[in-house]
């Protein structure tokens, strides 16, 4: 199998960056692409398909987080759905050229109606779901967000049981067979597949989707990204070597005991697939990119932002400014890298996620 990503010249940084990931030349955000990422047909919408756990969020905004055993008043409270792929699949509907598919363990039909809205009003397909009839509320997560200093602190509660392999397959190629207009001369359904890092089930998925891939003739055209976001889940190490694109959060790499992220992916870079991107957020300092082939480093800093009103989802924008800038407009991997980090910088200025794209470079 060939190397999916190539370099055209070497940089240390994204703003001087001419390394190409879709295999065009540098800065290139046309429709198409040497290795099929981008179709050559601009009427065309690339496939994506993420997995992951829906949660329904309670947000609570305070100035400063609670002193243990005290009583605060918020300065705001609301409620959204939340969970990092679905966040991250709301943005990615909002651009036109992207097909989004979700897919997530989730309640009853009625209590899942609330949890979906906001992807279906931004085009994202949840056919592929998976309905416990049983279970007649949502996992919960209840989030206080302090002004002074920015934190975030979670609490979460699921009895939903994660997806299982089962699942998994019959709703994937149901998605398959559903995301193509011509099941006779079937062409490659999804060009990027991305995960929740959630343990030993993923790791099975990948392999049926690399077996049905491969098998099809579609492996070179396909990009798989895990996120991998707390490093205690079981089995969640054993993902590494499966993605072509590998996001870790701050957490994770404090975890192991770096406080840079450049220092954190020089590391774990060992362990991952040798021809694999990986991304590390460090929140207000913006991000660091590594491609590992040809050990090529890239930074950003994050986007100037006036007035922060709500950094919750800020990492899965980041996560979907890069399936955008890579998998769909076709951008270099110091290009893609910036416009992430700004995306992300944007959401922060906003609650939730609607119109995210709209100021955004089309």
């Known amino acids: 199998m060939h190397k999916m990503f190539r370099l055209h010249s070497k940089a240390s940084s994204a703003t001087s960056s001419t390394t190409s990931f879709s295999g065009g ?64 699949a709301e943005v990615l509907g909002q651009d036109p050229r992207a097909k989004v598919w979700y897919m997530s363990s989730m309640p009853s039909p009625v209590a899942s109606k609330v949890l979906l809205r906001a992807l279906e009003e931004s085009n994202v397909k949840t056919e592929a779901c998976v309905y416990h ?62 995960f929740e890092g959630r343990g030993a089930e993923v790791y099975k998925m990948i392999d049926h989707i690399e077996s049905v891939y491969i098998r099809q003739g ?81 930074s950003s800093s994050a986007g100037k932002i006036d007035m922060i009103m709500d950094t919750v989802g800020a990492g899965d924008t980041f996560i979907a400014g890069i399936i955008l800038a890579l998998g769909v407009r076709g951008y270099d991997i110091g290009r893609g890298l910036r416009f992430a980090c700004e995306l992300a910088s944007l959401k922060c200025t906003q609650y939730g996620f609607k119109r995210l794209l709209r100021s955004t470079e089309v």
């Open 25 to 88: 030349s540098s800065g290139t955000s046309g429709n198409s692409s040497s290795n099929g990422y981008i179709s050559s047909n601009p009427g065309s919408k690339v496939g994506i398909y993420l997995v992951g756990a829906t949660y329904l969020d309670t947000i609570m905004h305070v100035d400063n987080f609670p002193t243990e055993d005290t009583k605060q008043r918020a300065e705001r409270v609301e409620q959204r759905r939340g969970g990092n792929a679905a966040n991250t």
């Open 133 to 194: 009839s049983s279970q007649l509320s949502p996992p919960q997560a209840y989030i206080i967000s302090a002004s002074n200093p920015q934190t975030r602190t979670i609490i979460s509660h699921s009895t939903l049981p994660d997806l299982t392999l089962e699942e998994f397959i019959k709703k994937f190629d149901m998605a398959c067979m559903k995301a193509v207009s011509d099941i006779v001369q079937m062409s490659c359904p999804f060009r990027w597949i991305h």
């Open 218 to 298: 579609w492996r070179q055209k396909l990009t798989i990204s895990v996120e991998f976001e707390k490093g205690d889940r079981p089995g969640i190490k054993n993902l590494l070597q499966q993605a072509d694109v590998c996001f870790f959060s701050k957490l994770y790499a404090e975890t192991l005991g770096f406080d840079r992220p450049e220092d954190f992916l020089a590391s774990i870079g060992d362990y991952c697939k040798p021809t694999a991107t990986l991304f590390c957020c460090w929140g207000a300092l913006g991000a660091v990119g590594l491609h590992l082939e040809s050990r090529t480093r890239f």
